[in-house]
């Protein structure tokens, strides 16, 4: 039963993460915004680096292309590495809360590697216009696809006081990465793994004497 909604729960992640990144290629040029809330808009990005758009030409002496590269042969190592972690989980009846947190977790980087893996020679490029799903000329080739992401939340975004040291005048806005669906799972992965870290992994409290 547990493999059951392991398995369901993935592919609903990655059902809903692809409909919403194939949606936003196909229908937004790179770079459009579209107001939902106040404090929440659709903008289209395209991420080829690591977390938070961290590319790791800027950290080691390497071409753009050939890091790219590099990140994608490492996302699938620790995707292999996740997956093994959650089937031994399911083989030996884990509790629930572990077994959910890595099951996010790893269904938000499967997400994540299609688009690094295949979007480059699934779609053409969205600058200046929409993509267009198997174009005749795409972007790039296989393991040089871009992750899509697409979900902004500016909660606030305002201007420092003035009287405020060294960033009077400013702008402040926060919350300010876009991120995906497949992201979001990671996050809350994690964070159920840090917030029921004694309930993940069966340890309790030692009782008082």
Do not use: C
Request: without cysteine; hydrophobic residues 55%; proline residues 4%.
């Amino acid at each position: 039963m547990l493999l059951r909604k392991s398995l369901l729960l993935i592919a609903l992640i990655l059902v809903a993460d692809q409909a919403s990144k194939v949606y936003i290629k196909t229908h937004f040029p790179l770079g459009e915004s579209v107001e939902v809330f106040s404090w929440f808009r659709i903008l289209f990005i395209e991420n080829e680096g690591a977390a938070w758009g961290t590319k790791l030409s800027d950290l080691l002496p390497v071409s753009e292309r050939n890091a790219k590269l590099i990140l994608t042969i490492f996302r699938l190592f620790a995707i292999a590495g996740i997956g093994y972690w959650l089937w031994g989980l399911l083989k030996k009846g884990a509790n629930t809360t572990l077994v959910l947190a890595v099951s996010l977790i790893f269904a938000g980087a499967v997400g994540n590697i299609i688009d690094s893996l295949f979007y480059g020679m699934l779609f053409n490029h969205s600058y200046g216009q929409v993509a267009v799903f198997l174009a005749e000329e795409p972007y790039a080739g296989l393991f040089y696809g871009k992750v899509v992401d697409m979900l902004y939340f500016p909660l606030i975004d305002t201007t420092w006081p003035q009287w405020v040291p060294w960033v009077g005048g400013q702008a402040f806005r926060f919350f300010e990465p876009v991120f995906n669906i497949a992201d979001t799972a990671i996050s809350t992965g994690v964070g159920i793994l840090l917030v029921f870290n004694k309930k993940a992994f069966g340890q309790e409290a030692p009782q008082k004497e």
